[in-house]
């Protein structure tokens, strides 16, 4: 069956340093996503991407935060400057577009600032 | 008022037991429903999916949905300790701009005892 993979598993950064988050979603898939869960919290909602285009984001997706799809197979999120609050599982997700269709999440990617 | 509530357990039953996990929310704009599986270290593993009130089975699970109370369920019968793991749900609304964000619940931690 067809899965979302990320890379990498785990990534340890430096407060104030850059961090690329890498994700290649479903093949056929349309819409893709970003999300975060803090150790003990709810998965949040990051931002939606489409066309090659943001279609919504959250407040949490500040001046801080971009994406982008370089290819036709990679998404990736960017985080300029971490911070310790930063640290958390990032997932993405992705599916079939016209109209609602569940979304296909990845393992993840767990980001630790130090 | 928070958008979505979900009793993080743990929940502990001996295998055979009906597990029944729920959520209530409070945005009446949400029309669909899911309920996602969660692993220890892995990204959350669609289980089902409803749209609007009603009733819906796929083997052992069964979703249920009440719009009028803001209430969802899952029902897993015949309970094995394969099914430990954490359980979220997690509603949508259509926002227009063709991707459907997520909201989850916090999860609720099931274990299945032999």
């Known amino acids: 069956e067809p899965e979302v993979t990320q890379t990498p598993s785990h990534q340890v950064t430096q407060m104030g340093q850059e961090v690329i988050l890498r994700c290649v979603p479903i093949?056929?898939?349309?819409?893709f996503y970003w999300y975060r869960q803090i150790l003990g919290q709810k998965v949040e909602f990051l931002v939606s991407?489409?066309?090659?285009?943001?279609?919504?984001k959250s407040e949490i997706f500040d001046d801080q935060f971009s994406v982008e799809r370089p290819d036709g197979s990679n998404f990736t999120l960017k985080i300029r400057s971490t911070k310790l609050e930063d640290s958390a599982m990032y997932f993405c997700?992705?599916?079939?577009?016209?109209?609602?269709?569940?979304?296909?999440f990845g393992d993840g990617t767990r980001l630790s600032i130090l | 008022q928070k958008e979505v509530e979900q009793d993080p357990g743990p929940l502990s039953v001996p295998e055979g037991a009906i597990v029944s996990l729920n959520c209530t929310y409070s945005n009446s704009a949400f029309q669909y429903f899911m309920w996602y599986r969660q692993y220890s270290r892995k990204g959350p593993e669609l289980l089902m999916y409803?749209?609007?009130?009603g009733n819906k089975e796929d083997g052992r699970f069964t979703a249920q949905v009440d719009k009028s109370s803001k209430y969802i369920s899952l029902f897993i019968r015949d309970s094995q300790p394969s099914d430990s793991a954490t359980y979220l749900c997690a509603m949508s609304a259509s926002s227009g701009a063709g991707s459907y964000q997520l909201t989850f619940g916090k999860g609720t931690k099931l274990s299945v005892i032999p």
């Open positions: 997700a992705s599916q079939t577009g016209g109209g609602f269709q569940p979304q296909h």
């Open positions: 991407f489409y066309n090659n285009e943001i279609s919504e």
């Open positions: 409803t749209y609007s009130s």
């Open positions: 093949s056929n898939h349309l819409y």
